[in-house]
T-cell receptor
Framework: SQKIEQNSEALNIQEGKTATLTCNYTNYSPAYLQWYRQDPGRGPVFLLLIRENEKEKRKERLKVTFDTTLKQSLFHITASQPADSATYLCALAPNSGGSNYKLTFGKGTLLTVNP | DTGVSQDPRHKITKRGQNVTFRCDPISEHNRLYWYRQTLGQGPEFLTYFQNEAQLEKSRLLSDRFSAERPKGSFSTLEIQRTEQGDSAMYLC???????????FGQGTRLTVV
């Protein structure tokens, strides 16, 4: 069955360091992969999208890599700040027929950046 | 229009009662989705509308659940005869016809007691 795993439930880092979050998937052929941020009691907020034929995407302090051979995406936040503390969700959209609107999410990783 | 709007934000209901949630998507978006999220889990897909047509329903959506989008604008999600297992955050999202990014609302937190 299709499976999406985010490397850990929680990650604690020191302010100023780079946070690296991992998303692995099995039995899945994604058209693209997205990362979302979710704060407690709120809906997910889109951060970055990367397509299956792209290796890397950047946006300000954020960087996403996508390796379809390893079936893995890495999400980096450089120069992390306490305001970056949140749950980060990885989401995949299938590369099959007309269903590429349907996102399958991982459980998320709770990132805490300590001052 | 500043984003996807959901109402109510919180709902507490007794087991066996019916509840209805409303979602107002971003006005120019013709795609609308409902997801459900339980504690410690990521959102799970429930259903998808393109304009007023409901094009896909997850098997998670039992026959107690029904969703509508009558004029291709706002949508409602109704749960009949609620059960304690229905307690969750119900998230609505929308996207444009050619866009892949889903814009989520703040969700409706349902608690069935």
């Amino acid at each position: 069955s299709q499976k999406i795993e985010q490397n850990s439930e929680a990650l604690n880092i020191q302010e100023g360091k780079t946070a690296t979050l991992t998303c692995n998937y099995t039995n899945y052929s994604p058209a693209y992969l997205q990362w979302y941020r979710q704060d407690p009691g709120r809906g997910p907020v889109f951060l970055l999208l990367i397509r299956e034929n792209e290796k890397e995407k950047r946006k300000e302090r954020l960087k996403v890599t996508f390796d379809t051979t390893l079936k893995q995406s890495l999400f980096h936040i450089t120069a992390s700040q306490p305001a970056d503390s949140a749950t980060y969700l990885c989401a995949l959209a299938p590369n099959s027929g007309g269903s590429n609107y349907k996102l399958t999410f991982g459980k998320g990783t709770l990132l805490t950046v300590n001052p | 229009d500043t984003g996807v709007s959901q109402d109510p934000r919180h709902k507490i209901t007794k087991r066996g009662q019916n509840v209805t949630f409303r979602c107002d998507p971003i006005s120019e978006h013709n795609r609308l989705y409902w997801y459900r999220q339980t504690l410690g889990q990521g959102p799970e897909f429930l259903t998808y509308f393109q304009n007023e047509a409901q094009l896909e329903k997850s098997r998670l959506l039992s026959d107690r659940f029904s969703a509508e989008r009558p004029k291709g604008s706002f949508s409602t999600l109704e749960i009949q005869r609620t059960e304690q297992g229905d307690s969750a955050m119900y998230l609505c999202a929308s996207s444009s016809r050619t866009g892949y990014v889903a814009f989520f609302g703040q969700g409706t937190r349902l608690t069935v007691v």
